[in-house]
């Protein structure tokens, strides 16, 4: 069946609308940050001399080398653990006879909706008794425990559904549970893990609360967290703030567009899955 | 199903040596200990994720219920309160009035991106494999891509009183409402829920669109062949196929709503006044700046009451559905 003319022309219209609302907030960010540096322009309105520069001062102002850093070191304190430690008990869960099996499915499933606000105070006591406050260790640690539902979740679905027949073709073969992991399932599982791994990049990258609350250092917080220590410092110069939240956009921005199959795929599989 | 494990392992292995052949008993014990000889390198394998969550999150889930019982201050000794925090929740308005707009905000962050999204895809589905539709999948997801934060610092540039939504209304002669919308008492919590439609409306639309696109086409071609037109055949065909999609895009928006904190920390801080202050910003006021430690618990425990209350029957629906 063939649409009609005019509904195509109708959808084209909605589709162009939609996508220009999503882009003009990020042009006007773009076009306001070459203005000069502690103006205050109009929303869309192009300067006449443009200050390129403001990146660099944005970036050296804000000390986003270190802020940089930071955000590395948190995401890999995060994600390969995460993933690992996931992937164990969503095997585990999935595919092996495991002792309170239906209890352990449910605790982790009550998880799931748990806002990141519910558990910050006590949270932040925690940490402190722990003398971590301050330190990307605050971030890392609570970080991976509140992923387990989701991940271990998304894991188990994965290898719920994976043929009971490959495992006992493995036992026949003489393999080990751990044989059976490593060698059977982890390289079948590669889709499922890094879909897996883009969400948690993604979540810990943009992760704000428990920065800002376990942490006062900005350059030793993730990048969301940062930019907003950095628009309560700079927040009335306009212009290096749009260049400055630019700047902090820019690396996820690339390994979205590096990635972005994967990840609409993995984001529209982690709604519906989460 | 899980009760066969339950019994400790010491206890029954001596009857797996010395199993008299007939003895009925002895064999089941020798088949629990079997069972959880066998189910140990699982529970070995779950053991790592299950400590980070019950460290991190168990624990502080249970002493926020705790916190939410006494009056503390974060330093002096704590005192035994009772249910006060909570009667306090629910009888001062300046305690309602967070939970209030959280719920308001869910007509905008969720109610107006579903119901466009469904609409718009269900009029994208006739060309969705086309260039333009494929383009629109990368563009409808960076709203989804960035930090929250960044959508709230792109947005209170947008509508600040210079800025290009109030250039766009003056272009169009709607000088007379032109105004800092994120500083007037009547349009700052609109204002904060635009930024979350914003930033929700991409992702229901593509979740719609990935619904629509696994329907049959016979389906569409029985409806037009039984005289149904385009609004029949939404109602008929598309809505009743895209029931699960739609269940998550309400769950995670309103989820999304309920728990709404990076964008209005940036934009509004909650203010003017109290006008866009919501739960999760409350406990950060009340724990961190007022020192309110009970009071701050007993909103979160509240929180998550509340989260959990509005999900589970949407859960439910949906789970069914795509189970039968």
Known sequence: ?274 | MARPWRSSPGASAPALTEEPPGDIRSRRRADKARRLRAGLPGLLLVAPALFFYALFVLRPLAATVQYSLYDWNGITTAEWAGLDNYVRLVTDPDLIGPIVNAFQLILYFSVIPVIFGVIAAAIIRKFGESKLALASRTVLFLPQVIPLVAAGIMWTWLLASNGLVNQGLALIGLDGVTRAWLGDFDTALPAVGIIGAWVNVGLCMLLMLAGMTKIDPALYEAARLDGAGAIREFFAVTLPAVKQELGVAIIITVISALRSFDIIYISTQGGPGNATLVPGLEIYRLAFFEREIGQASAMAVALTALVLIVVLPLNRITRSESTS
């Open chain 1, 1 to 274: 069946m063939r649409p009609s003319s005019r509904e195509l022309l109708l959808g084209r219209g909605i589709l162009i609308f939609v996508m220009l609302v999503t882009i003009v907030p990020f042009i006007t960010l773009f076009v306001t940050a070459l203005h000069p540096p502690g103006t205050y322009p109009d929303g869309l309105s192009l300067p006449e001399e443009y200050h390129w520069d403001n990146f660099v001062l944005a970036f050296q102002s804000a000390d986003m080398a270190k802020m940089l850093t930071s955000s590395v070191l948190i995401e890999l304190g995060v994600v390969p653990i995460a993933l690992l430690i996931s992937t164990l008990a969503g095997f585990a869960l999935g595919h092996l006879q495991v002792p309170f099996r239906r209890t352990l499915f449910v605790v982790f499933i009550l998880g799931l909706t748990l806002p990141f606000e519910g558990i910050i105070v006590p949270l932040y006591y925690q940490i402190r008794d722990y003398g971590l406050l301050n330190t990307q260790w605050a971030i890392i640690l609570p970080l991976i425990g509140l992923f387990m539902p989701f991940a271990v979740m998304w894991m188990r679905a994965h290898f719920v559904n994976m043929p009971q027949d490959l495992t006992e073709a493995a036992k026949v073969d003489g393999a080990s549970t751990w044989q059976l992991f490593w060698r059977v399932h982890i390289p079948l599982s590669r889709p499922a893990i890094a879909s897996l791994a883009i969400l948690l990049f993604l979540w810990t990258w943009n992760q704000f609360l428990l920065a800002i609350v376990l942490v006062d250092d900005p350059t030793k917080r993730t990048m969301a967290g940062a930019l907003g220590a950095f628009q309560g410092q700079w927040g009335t110069d306009v212009p290096l703030l749009c260049a400055g939240s630019l700047l902090i956009l820019t690396p996820v921005l690339i390994v979205f567009l590096v990635f972005q199959r994967q990840f609409v795929a993995a984001l529209l599989q982690g709604a519906v899955k989460g």
